[in-house]
């Protein structure tokens, strides 16, 4: 089963109906509902979702909507290891993007899907969107 790491863009699509991307993040989970792939995110996107989602609605209906998304994800942690290769790292710009990026690439992901491809230029990993993705299959 191939181990998807998807990052923020991709989850925040998914749980906001995000147009024009709504489409591809749901394909992209009823995969993995299917258990036909596996995807994992860091906790940073979890903190970060609950952030969006916070402006669209309240806390408990939040909280409901991401124990849901737990159901069908991994959550790999970030920690220490992580956050220092990410400060020592000059290949990705942007800090976050660095810490999704070393986060992947410590749990041995295989491939990650954002709708970013341009901040994942230095990656040691294949990165796609989530369309390109599902085109291959």
């Known amino acids: 089963m191939r181990k998807l790491f998807i990052d923020t863009n991709i ?3 998914l749980l906001s109906r995000r147009e024009p991307f709504f489409d591809e ?7 993995a509902d299917r258990k036909q792939i596996e995807i ?9 979702t609950s952030c969006a ?14 124990r849901k998304l737990r159901l ?14 990410a ?6 710009i942007d800090f976050e993007d660095g810490l999704q990026y070393f986060t992947a690439l410590e749990n041995e992901q295989e491939l990650i899907i954002t709708r970013n491809l341009k901040d994942f230029k230095g990656s040691k990993l294949p990165a796609m969107t989530a369309k390109q993705f ?3 299959i």
Do not use: C, H, Y
Request: aromatic letters at 4%.
């Open 11 to 13: 989850v925040i699509d």
């Open 25 to 31: 993040a749901a394909e992209l989970f009823s995969l």
């Open 40 to 48: 994992s995110v860091s906790s940073l996107t979890i903190a970060n």
């Open 53 to 66: 989602l916070l402006r669209q609605m309240d806390a408990a209906k939040a909280k409901s909507i991401l």
């Open 72 to 85: 069908i994800l991994r959550v790999l942690p970030l920690d220490d290891k992580i956050i220092g290769l």
């Open 87 to 92: 400060l020592d790292d000059d290949t990705f």
């Open 134 to 136: 599902i085109e291959t």
